[in-house]
């Protein structure tokens, strides 16, 4: 072997070794990457369990026992999987928190022997709205359990009964029945139910043996979410009893045919439905759908049709003009003699809901501005439906040249953007956002626009123009609670400069929770001249107070929280403890933990 070739022998080993070696440190490095961030990963997750341990504790600082059943039972719930005992005991401690309010408004007064009139229907109207409030928390706690442990949620309430509050006599002549523990009961089964789709259609058909019922549909709407085809067979057979019976003068049998009709719908135009949003319509064959509109037009048609039948009608004109268009003339008809007999406030809603399936966008906003009270919701409507229809465009028109009021004119077009807005950001149609931009009003609802398609250029790699964006789009906006639409546009900056730029996204935090500590102590010193209800006892109320309430901030916020966290948990942590009052503290925390907890087991859901 010439020496030539030995020594290229000798420079392919050397350069196989290298390779390989450089192969094996690349494996290595990759190796450690994916060690030190599940590491992290679980080091955020034990600070994070430590936090609901303190928010947990924290309740015991609350004054109101609303506020302290309601961040035990928060802390409880995150708490579950990781240690449930801990978790069952916090919410035992919940109920009997609660306990405390379950007394009735008077009691000592109550043993008198004399009293007059006036003061007696006064107290009796404090104990009705006592009981309205406590049954409201208990209920929302034991649902909360159900979702946990059903059995739980069983025990706990068989183990609390609510004292009894007496119904004014006009209820009673009207036949009016309080909410009690039997209907809680029945939502405790459904809610539990809905853990397991096969469970749920056992019980669903042990109540539709029992006779027709609104839980029916309650069952059948959270079966449908989870399996459609169980839905779909127990829907048949909730049609199987309604053809067994006549729904003439039926007002469930009416209202539980016209439910199956709507739910069986696709996404109705009314609605911007987000990805998210857990609505799935029912699957029906197309048989049973036009059984259903035969089975409801037969008894619309009789002479001793209920009200309830007749006032429900208008919402499934589609379907009967799809299935029995040579009925509509006769329908209507006997719609135009009903609606004689409605007060001015039913015939209103009845001739919009009319026009709502019929009319165009256009036709809804003529409608709306003669509709007094209800003028506001109306237009908010129509300009939902014309989103949907894709006519944006032209009621966008119609509104310019036939709104002769200014301001009116203003808010519709604002409230146009608004959706189209919302609309492209469900969609994620970063182009028809730039379509978009140039002609928004509002310099917020812009900005608002502008943070998504910052996103889209931060996912892309294009960091240097993404972040050009967000700092353009911050000239937009202003810090100003008393505006839904300012708000909404800071926490959308927020939440972009979180994935962009994280050090820009804690220094507005920071200062806009400076911002809100001022805010709310003039707040709290203007509800002591001018009741607002947000206070009770010098305390704020965490979940009637008009705060975001906390499932609902998670959803949309929980995405931007996590990633902030996930930079620097100290530093978030430290942003939710710059609230310097113990409530705004504790829910701001509570965000924090949920967004958290719930972020990491999507991730490893996502992961498996």
């Known amino acids: 072997m010439s020496s030539k070739s030995t020594f290229s022998g000798s420079l392919f080993c050397i350069a196989l070794i290298l390779i390989l070696s450089v192969l094996s440190s690349a494996q290595v490095s990759e190796k450690e990457k994916k060690e030190q961030e599940a590491e992290r990963i679980k080091q955020i997750e034990r600070k994070t369990y430590v936090l609901v341990n303190e928010i947990a504790s924290g309740a015991l600082g609350l004054k109101l026992p609303e506020n302290r059943s309601f961040v035990l039972a928060s802390a409880a719930d995150l708490l579950w999987q990781h240690d449930e005992p801990r978790a069952r005991n916090l919410f035992w401690d919940a109920l009997n928190t609660l306990n405390l309010m379950n007394a009735p408004a008077g009691s000592d007064s109550a043993q008198q022997s004399v009293r007059d009139t006036k003061s007696s229907t006064k107290e009796q109207e404090e104990n009705l709205k006592q009981y309205f409030a406590v049954f409201g928390l208990r209920q929302q706690l034991l649902l909360r359990v159900a979702r946990r442990d059903p059995q739980l949620a069983l025990d706990m309430l068989r183990s609390s009964r609510q004292v009894a509050?007496?119904?004014?006599?006009?209820?009673?002549?009207?036949?009016?029945?309080?909410?009690?523990?039997?209907e809680l009961e029945d939502q405790i089964a459904t809610e539990g139910a809905a853990r397991n789709p096969e469970r749920a259609l056992q019980l669903a058909r042990e109540s539709l043996a029992k006779g027709l019922?609104?839980?029916?549909?309650?069952?059948?709407?959270?079966?449908?979410?989870?399996?459609?085809?169980?839905?779909?067979?127990?829907?048949?057979?909730i049609i199987d009893k309604l053809n067994a019976r006549n729904i003439t003068a039926d007002a469930m049998g009416s209202h539980l045919a016209i439910s199956l009709l709507t739910l069986?719908?696709?996404?109705?135009?009314?609605?911007?439905?987000?990805?998210?949003?857990?609505?799935?319509?029912?699957?029906?064959?197309?048989?049973?759908?036009?059984g259903l509109v035969e089975l409801i037009t037969n008894a619309a048609l009789t002479e001793t049709a209920n009200s309830n039948l007749l006032y429900g009608l208008v919402a499934v004109m589609p379907e009967i003009r799809e299935f029995a268009p040579e009925r509509?003339?006769?329908?209507?008809?006997?719609?135009?003699?009903?609606t004689q007999t409605l007060n001015s406030e039913q015939r209103l809603w009845h001739d919009f809901n009319a026009l709502r399936n019929s009319g165009t966008p256009e036709d809804i906003l003529k409608f709306a501005s003669k509709a007094g009270d209800q003028q506001?919701?109306?237009e908010r409507q129509a300009v939902l439906l014309a989103v949907n229809r894709q006519r944006a465009d032209s009621l966008r028109v119609f509104v310019n040249t036939r709104i002769d009021d200014e301001l009116g004119r203003k808010s519709l077009l604002d409230a146009l953007d608004t959706a189209q807005i919302n609309l492209a950001i469900s969609k994620g149609n970063i182009d028809e956002l730039q379509k978009l931009l140039p002609n928004v009003r509002r310099k917020e609802e812009r900005a608002r626009a502008m943070c998504v398609m910052a996103l889209a250029l931060e996912k892309k790699g294009d960091h240097a123009e993404a972040l050009s964006l967000l700092d353009e789009a911050q000239t937009l906006i202003k810090t100003d609670f008393n505006s839904e639409s300012q708000t909404d546009a800071l926490l959308a900056l927020v939440g972009a400069y979180t994935f962009v730029e994280p050090a820009k996204a804690f220094a507005i935090i920071e200062r806009t929770v400076d911002r809100a500590n001022s805010d709310m102590s003039k707040l709290l010193?203007?509800?002591?001249?001018?009741?607002?209800?947000?206070?009770?006892?010098?305390?704020?109320?965490?979940?009637?107070?008009?705060?975001?309430?906390?499932?609902?901030?998670?959803?949309?916020?929980?995405?931007?929280?996590?990633?902030l966290a996930n930079a620097d948990f100290d530093r978030t942590r430290a942003a939710a403890d710059r609230f310097e009052r113990i409530e705004l503290r504790l829910m701001a925390r509570l965000l924090l933990a949920q967004t958290l907890l719930r972020h990491n087991d999507e991730g490893n859901a996502n992961r498996r």
């Open 328 to 338: 509509v003339a006769p329908l209507e008809k006997k719609l135009d003699a009903f």
């Open 264 to 290: 069986s719908r696709a996404q109705t135009d009314g609605q911007i439905l987000a990805p998210s949003s857990g609505f799935r319509p029912l699957k029906l064959e197309e048989e049973q759908r036009r």
């Open 165 to 182: 509050a007496e119904p004014p006599a006009e209820w009673v002549r009207r036949g009016y029945v309080l909410p009690d523990d039997r």
């Open 376 to 378: 506001n919701e109306m």
């Open 525 to 563: 010193l203007l509800d002591k001249i001018v009741r607002t209800g947000m206070v009770n006892k010098g305390e704020i109320t965490m979940e009637h107070s008009g705060m975001i309430p906390i499932d609902f901030a998670v959803f949309k916020y929980g995405k931007s929280v996590a990633a």
């Open 213 to 237: 019922s609104y839980q029916l549909f309650e069952f059948l709407y959270k079966i449908n979410l989870k399996d459609g085809e169980l839905a779909t067979k127990f829907a048949g057979e």
